[in-house]
């Protein structure tokens, strides 16, 4: 009888914590899920540390500055002859692509 009694204990203990696991695993996802369609893409640009690159493209972002993607629109060497000209040229592209990317609603995060 005893051994009854502390399988049927047992059996609702765990049932008790898979429900819990469920519903934290829910949650969790959902405000995942949130972050992401409330994520935008933006321009941004960045070194690259020990290859004198400049690069300049969009990030999907949310409002936690996590980044969901990425998109790449050039990479400058720093020594390129004109940077400047390649600079604004690209980070025009950048903003051109981050306004199409963030009128198609809901954005894109397979990446």
């Known amino acids: 009888m005893r051994i009854i009694a502390f399988l049927a204990v047992l059996l609702v203990v765990l049932a008790a914590v898979a429900l819990i696991g469920a519903v934290l695993t829910a949650g969790a996802r959902r405000r995942r899920q949130a972050a992401q369609v ?3 893409w933006t321009v ?3 070194a690259i540390p020990g290859r004198g690159h400049t690069v300049v493209g969009v990030s999907l972002t949310d ?3 996590r980044i969901h993607g990425e998109n790449v629109v050039a990479r400058i060497p720093d020594g390129a002859p004109d940077w400047q000209r390649d ?9 051109e692509r981050a306004f199409h990317l963030n009128s198609d609603r809901p954005p894109m995060l397979g990446s």
């Open 87 to 95: 600079f604004v040229a690209a980070r025009q592209e950048a903003e």
């Open 63 to 65: 409002a936690d500055g």
């Open 38 to 40: 409330s994520a935008r």
């Open 44 to 46: 941004r640009h960045y």
